[in-house]
């Protein structure tokens, strides 16, 4: 069984213009709105291709109604827990050309005690994923107890949060991590690809049994079961990064398959949900597609493979 949590939902609101300018007027050309969070879009990716998955999601009383409506309509049943307060909203800047532009609005606060009774949700054994920040009121601390806890009780914990930091991850040891390059040289500094193969193999050792670190369009490395690989996938367009990530990890713990069968899974699920715009889950037959695609080859340290 996987379980999915979202402790800090939002509303994701996309924007599309023909071309954004700071310090003046945008004139915005489309606009949608959706509901996100980290385990939300895990979830619809894991749904909308047939995998059984639970979302348990944490609301503010304020806009919940709105909010848990909208999580019916794209097709998850969620186990919902409330608390006072908004759900935040994020706006995604979306130019014909350039980067997109994120703003982030803060959400609500709860209390510590919530954590206990999304620990009631949960059984033993089976893939919790533990995604996206905070909310107020959750300390690090209380975060830390939390998952280990989890993890005592033979669950096998996914962790891709920047509110959980790196001594702690090495305390939890989880059983997969999935920062992506820039939060790893928020770790460790600017790193080559070399610098990142051998921090994924070093963390593998101190005991996270699966390290995937994504690269965006250029891929994905895996260090797992002794073995460090590197995914390639073919350049494609794309239309919107929200939610890519979230993606890969629906794909590698989609199914129980070798390391890299499920690095290959995940670069294909990840690669799919940029083909479609907005918070959109990615599509069988783009994943299919791509899959067939992405290379997978094992790297051999002191090999530069580049």
């Not at 003046?24 to 385990?39: C, I, P, Q, S």
């Not at 800047?93 to 709860?110: M, Q, Y």
């Not at 991850?169 to 059983?175: A, D, S, T, Y």
């Amino acid at each position: 069984m996987i379980t999915t949590l979202t402790l800090s939902p939002a509303f994701d609101i996309h924007v599309g213009i023909t071309a954004f300018h700071t310090g003046r007027e945008n004139l915005a050309e489309t606009a949608a709105r959706d509901v996100g969070g980290k385990g939300i879009n895990i979830s619809r990716a894991l749904t909308e291709n047939g995998i059984p998955n639970t979302p348990v999601v944490l609301v503010g009383k304020e806009n919940g109604t709105d909010f848990v409506n909208g999580l019916r309509t794209v097709g998850l049943d969620c186990r919902i827990l409330e608390c006072e307060g908004r759900i935040r909203e994020n706006i995604t800047v979306h130019p014909a050309e350039g980067e997109e532009t994120r703003l982030s609005f803060k959400g609500f606060s709860c209390s510590p005690d919530v954590l206990e009774s999304v620990e009631s949700l949960i059984g033993t054994g089976g893939i919790v994923t533990f995604t996206g920040s905070l909310p107020g009121g959750i300390t690090p601390e209380a975060a830390e107890n939390f998952l280990k806890r989890l993890c005592s009780k033979g669950v096998r914990v996914v962790i891709d949060s920047k509110s959980i930091s790196l001594a702690t991850l090495r305390r939890i040891r989880p059983w997969l991590i999935k920062p992506n390059a820039e939060e790893c040289e928020a770790y460790f500094g600017k790193m080559t690809e070399q610098q990142l193969y051998r921090t994924a193999a070093e963390l593998h050792a101190e005991g996270i049994a699966n390290v995937m670190i994504s690269l965006g369009p250029d891929g994905a490395i895996l260090a797992a079961e002794g073995k460090l690989f590197r995914a390639r996938v073919p350049k494609m367009e794309i239309r919107s990064t929200i939610g890519a990530g979230d993606s890969a990890i629906a794909g590698f713990i989609a199914m129980d398959t070798p390391p890299e069968e499920s690095l290959r899974r995940a670069v294909a699920y990840g690669s799919a949900a940029c083909l479609r715009e907005g918070t959109n889950p990615p599509l069988a037959g783009d994943i299919e597609r791509i899959y067939r695609t992405v290379t997978v080859e094992e790297i051999r340290l002191g090999c530069d493979k580049r």
